[in-house]
């Protein structure tokens, strides 16, 4: 199983982007039954978890720096991941990972390997 991410890149602030994190080799009653979330990394800052999806009924939670700007969703059938990340700020720099916490169902925690927004002022 890899989680393979897509999406990141350079924009300036105020515009948006879509990443995608598709769950390659990975069943489909794994995907959707597992909570899942997207993590970001700055510099000198910890990871810390932007956006999160519970697998019990697929309610949203989200950091409060980015509330009413990003939007966390899936698509069970392309056992895929999104964050819709609008209005950008300089500050949403950073390497974005995206996360299917398998423990629960299936022994395994799986990480994307990263990818890359960089938001211009």
Same mark, same amino acid.
């Given at each position: 199983?890899?989680?393979?991410? #897509?999406?990141?890149?350079?924009?300036?602030?105020?515009?948006?982007? /879509?990443?995608?994190?598709?769950?390659?080799?990975?069943?489909?009653?794994?995907?959707?039954?597992? %909570?899942?979330?997207? @993590?970001?990394?700055? $510099?000198? +800052?910890?990871? &810390?978890?932007?956006? #999160?999806?519970?697998? /019990?009924?697929?309610? $949203?939670? @989200?950091?409060?720096?980015? +509330?009413? /700007?990003?939007?966390?969703?899936? %698509?069970?059938?392309?056992k895929t991941l999104y964050l819709h990340m609008?209005?950008? +700020? $300089? &500050?949403? *720099?950073g390497v974005y990972y995206c996360n299917v916490?398998?423990?629960?169902?299936?022994?395994?925690? @799986?990480?994307? $390997?990263? *990818?890359?927004?960089?938001?211009?002022?």
């Amino acid at each position: 199983v890899q989680l393979q991410a #897509s999406g990141g890149g350079l924009v300036q602030a105020g515009g948006s982007l /879509r990443l995608s994190c598709r769950a390659s080799g990975m069943i489909l009653s794994t995907f959707s039954g597992s %909570d899942k979330g997207w @993590y970001r990394h700055t $510099p000198g +800052k910890q990871r &810390e978890l932007v956006a #999160s999806m519970t697998s /019990r009924d697929g309610s $949203p939670a @989200y950091v409060d720096s980015v +509330k009413d /700007r990003f939007v966390i969703s899936k %698509d069970n059938s392309r056992k895929t991941l999104y964050l819709h990340m609008n209005n950008l +700020k $300089p &500050e949403d *720099t950073g390497v974005y990972y995206c996360n299917v916490n398998s423990m629960t169902i299936a022994g395994r925690d @799986y990480w994307g $390997p990263g *990818t890359l927004v960089t938001v211009s002022s």
